[in-house]
């Protein structure tokens, strides 16, 4: 089983490449488009979705997680579940629609997922892993196939699992440096990536390590590259942080100064984009999903200028999109968010007086 897989996507990517985090409830196909207008990564991961509910009749209920627009790719599809056949069938769909990969949840650490032995489960079962990712490379034909991990789930068992996967013939590992048991807890730890690689140089296979966990800056990703010879980073929770972040990471790959702090970034931009994301937000999911699942961004964009607070407190208590537009749109009377475009998402340009 250790046949050179397809790199596809992976072999093309710069190194060291950028990956947007697979979060669920955040990185549809909406926060994607938002991320592609603010600064890209140069990779995208959907959100991880069922294979059972995807083989089953609650398939209406999960399908809109593989939802996506060509401005969202590089893409890959990341999937979960225990039943090797299922995982064939949606890797060969995933194939037909389109995405530059599949990626295995071998990580996710929610205790109901545990006791079922799904996910970061699978750590103490290799056999399953192995037939898991055995039948979604038949699946998925020449789509390359990739796992996200952590290092074990009481304990570290890194070597032993990670050596283990490395044997499995997948165009990429991510190496989340936390134990299931961790949760987001304490630090990530960097050596686990840094073992990967030399595991995977030392077995002589041509899968990408990508190295995950507390990567908040252009620096740290610079710094944690550099330090473990990863050929990429991924970034979750600090796009909460700094939503500009894949932005300065581009422009210090491109030699320029890894720009602005979030703290620096305009009043006008920020709340331009929110205005973005609220936009083709309705345009995308109608009245299907509530304006509410919008609230948990506001802190991702209201902060730090003057009036940020009022302003979040106002978006707070509104119950809709129009009143929440109309309370940005009021802080900005030039009716810079107005001019927004959600029908040509990338065409977000501020005006020359912004
Ligand atoms: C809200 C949220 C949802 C997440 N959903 C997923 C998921 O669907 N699939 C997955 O592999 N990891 C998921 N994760 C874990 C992240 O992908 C990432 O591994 C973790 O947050 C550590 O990276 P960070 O410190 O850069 O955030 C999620 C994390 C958060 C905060």
């Known amino acids: 089983m250790t046949e050179s ?37 140069d990779l995208f991961f959907t959100e991880f979705t069922s294979t059972d509910g995807l083989c089953t009749a609650g398939r209406p209920r999960v399908i809109d997680r ?30 037909e629609m389109g995405f ?14 545990i006791k079922r032995g799904e996910c970061g489960a699978l750590i103490d079962s290799p ?33 032993e699992w990670i050596g283990f996967l490395l044997g499995r013939g997948l165009a990429a590992l991510t190496v989340h440096g ?7 807890e304490g630090h990530a730890d960097w050596g686990a990536v840094a073992l990967a690689v030399k595991l995977r140089d ?15 800056s252009a620096v740290q990703f610079r710094e944690r590259a550099e330090e473990t010879g990863a050929d990429g980073i991924m970034i979750g929770r600090g796009v909460f942080e700094n939503i500009f972040v894949f ?17 620096l970034i305009s ?26 699942s919008l609230k948990k961004f506001a802190k991702t964009y209201l902060r730090a200028f003057e009036g940020a607070g009022a302003l979040m407190d106002q978006v707070m208590h509104c119950s809709n999109h129009d009143s929440a537009l109309a309370a940005l749109d009021a802080w900005m009377p030039d009716g810079y968010g107005s001019r927004m475009n959600a029908a040509a998402p990338g065409t977000v340009t501020p005006s020359s007086d912004g």
């Open 202 to 216: 030392a077995l002589d296979v041509p899968t990408r390590i990508v190295g995950n966990g507390d990567v908040k």
């Open 178 to 184: 936390r134990t299931v048991a961790q949760q987001s």
């Open 100 to 113: 530059d990969g599949i990626d295995l949840n071998m990580g996710c650490p929610v205790r109901k997922i």
């Open 5 to 41: 897989p397809a790199a596809g996507i992976w072999g093309t990517l710069p190194r060291p490449f950028s990956v947007l985090a697979p979060m669920e409830d955040v990185t549809d196909t909406v926060f994607r488009r938002v991320i592609r207008a603010v600064g890209a990564p």
């Open 267 to 292: 009043p006008r931009e920020k709340i331009g984009f929110f205005t973005y994301h609220m936009l083709i937000h309705r345009e995308t999911w109608g009245p299907g999903r509530s304006f509410h």
């Open 247 to 263: 932005k300065t990471i581009r422009d210090m790959q491109a030699g320029n100064n890894p720009g602005a702090d979030f703290a």
């Open 66 to 95: 593989l939802r996506f627009t060509p401005e969202e790719r590089p893409l890959i599809a990341q999937v979960w579940g225990n039943h090797p056949e299922r995982c064939l069938r949606v890797a060969a769909e995933v194939r």
């Open 127 to 159: 056999t399953l892993a192995a037939e898991l990712i055995a039948a979604t490379r038949e699946g998925a034909g020449d789509l390359p196939v990739s796992v996200k991990t952590r290092i074990g789930i009481s304990r570290s068992r890194a070597e």
